[in-house]
């Protein structure tokens, strides 16, 4: 059996990230999206929060599970017994960071990472703009998926 987790912040997920999953998702047989419990990085979203939006925005393809971890992502992988990490890879400046962490996730524990590049329509695309753009009042409805879109509207307008 093929499997590959896809790891994370997810704060929260974007049609980019749902592009690499979807087309992750066709190329094995289960992918695990893997939420990152950070302790120390307050998100806009709580964790189960993030859970239930990907949760939702994944119920169409029956191959994903999402799960969140702490620690070593590693030590994730290894307890679940995948060996296969996926990550999207938007543009160069992803890349110089992404390689270093997939050497040292194969040092580690011989866990490979596999690349699939963006969408080049969604490859301008993170969280982090996404959640700016909202908190000054723009529109990031063709950015995120509805359910996240309304929940994102509502964030902002309580928070600030
Ligand atoms: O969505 P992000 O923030 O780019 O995801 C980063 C993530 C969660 C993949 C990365 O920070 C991670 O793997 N963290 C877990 C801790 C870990 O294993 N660190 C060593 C990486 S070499």
Redesign the pocket.
Known sequence: MRRAVC?????PVTNGHLDVIGRAASRYDELVV???V?DAKQGLFSVSERIELLTAATAGWDNVVVDS?T??????CTARGVDT?L?GIRASADFDY?L??????RE?AGIETVFLPANPAHSYLS?SLVKQVARFGGDVRRFVPESVHVRLVEKVATRD
């Open positions: 790891p994370g912040s997810f704060d893997a939420v990152l950070n971890f620690g070593l992502l590693v030590d994730y990490v990550k992404e270093q962490m997939a050497q040292m996730n580690l969280s």
